[in-house]
């Protein structure tokens, strides 16, 4: 479902790859491509009250259970919802969210492991710029914090929690007014809802628009901002960066994003680290202009190991990873395809793959938005224990309540 909604997490990174266009020229090559065989649709969000458009990421308990959120649809005006779907793939909305509880979560959900889950939304709240909410395993609502602009704005990234039970996320936009919306801000909440401003960005090197944060063992954050950085790249604007925030509150910019030499640019999504210290993530660039998967190592080295080449056979502009134990990374693209060109999707439906330790591609899916399938994955992909990789495409599925669909829950097995 392409709403209103769902449109303002896509603008800073639409800008983006418009800019990008007139930055690089195209360069299409090879690519292997495998359609999975074993593509399962776990669930068809039907819009109304069911929900509609989950555009975060999914979270996995130990009974098997999915949790996600819904950016519209609900009980309430389509302000959104959270969602569990059981083992058995039945589907029970747990929560409609209302205005002054939060509106349009954008981003997946953090949990305590005893049916307490946290999140986020984009708007709603006290002044209508976003709130951190938390859902008790009875479904009791609460908001520990609204922002108000000056601390932040529109959060629409998942929360990671520590040991000691505090929150850690990124608003999108207000604080430092420099930005016209606002250049972000970096935040924790405890666990008795006292918020704290880490970080404000502002419009230079350290990056602006921050996206999704990780945690390492010690405690220290890492993240990417979608610009800034570089302000010889794209005119200004800059092209990202990575940073890190350690236990004291010192921020650090670990590499900046330049789109030279095939470089990366703009990077999306939350940073994936493994127990090398080192750290995974996709960005717009690359050799064709159509997205990225690169490495950062922990002495601030960048490699890019891998250019999408665009469809027919690749995808376009990927969205957040995912790792197994073996090293393998996989994830989607929000565009690109074998799909492109069609009437459901003139840019292409988007794909499912996988980049194995040598760098080598391959597509397990290709969305096609036609006959019940999704459309458009913008959340990353779950790993259960057996292998499968489990995910959502915001649009897509039924077409009855919702123009480009409501958007579907997939499965695709090893």
């Known amino acids: 479902m392409r709403s209103k909604t769902f449109f303002s997490r896509l603008r800073v990174t639409t800008a983006f790859n418009l800019l990008l266009v007139l930055a690089v020229f195209l360069f299409v090559f090879a690519t292997d491509s495998v359609q999975a065989q074993t593509y399962t649709i776990l669930h068809t969000f039907k819009g ?11 979270l996995r308990d130990a009974k098997g259970d999915l949790y996600g ?24 909305i747990l929560y409609s969210f209302l205005d002054a509880y939060g509106a349009n979560p954008m981003a997946g959900l953090a949990s305590d492991g005893h049916g307490t889950f946290y999140g986020t939304t984009m708007y ?5 710029q976003g709130t951190v909410f938390k859902l008790d395993a009875k479904r009791n609502e609460s908001v520990l914090h609204s922002f108000t602009g000056g601390d932040g704005a529109w959060p629409e990234t998942a929360l990671v929690r520590d040991k000691d039970s505090n929150l850690y996320g990124t608003t999108f936009g207000g604080g430092n007014s420099y930005c016209e919306y606002g250049c972000g801000t970096l935040f924790k909440v405890s666990k008795t809802g006292r918020t704290t401003q880490l970080y404000e960005f502002t419009f230079g090197a350290d990056g602006y628009w921050p996206q999704g944060v990780a945690l390492d063992k010690a405690g220290n954050l890492y993240g990417f901002a979608i610009w800034g950085g570089d302000l010889q790249c794209l005119h200004g604007y800059g092209c990202g960066t990575v940073f890190k925030v350690d236990t004291a509150g010192h921020f650090t910019v670990l590499y900046a994003f330049t789109l030279t030499g095939g470089d990366a640019g703009g990077p999306s999504g939350a940073p994936v680290l493994d127990g090398s210290g080192n750290l995974y993530g996709v960005a717009g660039g690359g050799i064709a202009g159509y997205g990225t998967v690169f490495k950062l190592d922990p002495n601030g080295n960048e490699t890019v190991l891998y250019n999408f080449a665009g469809p027919p056979g690749d995808g376009m502009y990927p969205n957040s990873l995912s790792r197994d134990t073996k ?17 459901s999707c003139p840019y292409g439906c988007g794909i499912v793959f996988m980049l194995d330790s040598t760098g080598k591609e391959t597509v397990l899916h290709n969305f096609t938005g036609a006959n019940g399938d999704g459309a458009y994955p913008s959340g990353g992909l779950v790993l259960d224990p057996s292998g499968n990789l489990i995910g959502a495409t915001g649009s897509g599925g039924n077409f009855n309540n919702c123009y480009q669909g409501c958007g579907i829950l997939f499965k695709i097995a090893p």
Request: proline share 2%.
């Open 69 to 92: 959120t819904t950016s519209g649809g609900g009980g309430y005006s389509y302000k959104g919802t959270v969602f569990r779907l059981s083992a058995g793939d039945k589907e029970t």
């Open 124 to 128: 709603g709240g006290a002044y209508g």
């Open 327 to 343: 090293g393998n990374l996989y994830g989607t693209t929000y565009d690109g395809g074998s799909s492109f060109g069609s009437s």
């Open 48 to 58: 109304g009250n069911d929900g509609a458009g989950p555009t975060g990421g999914l």
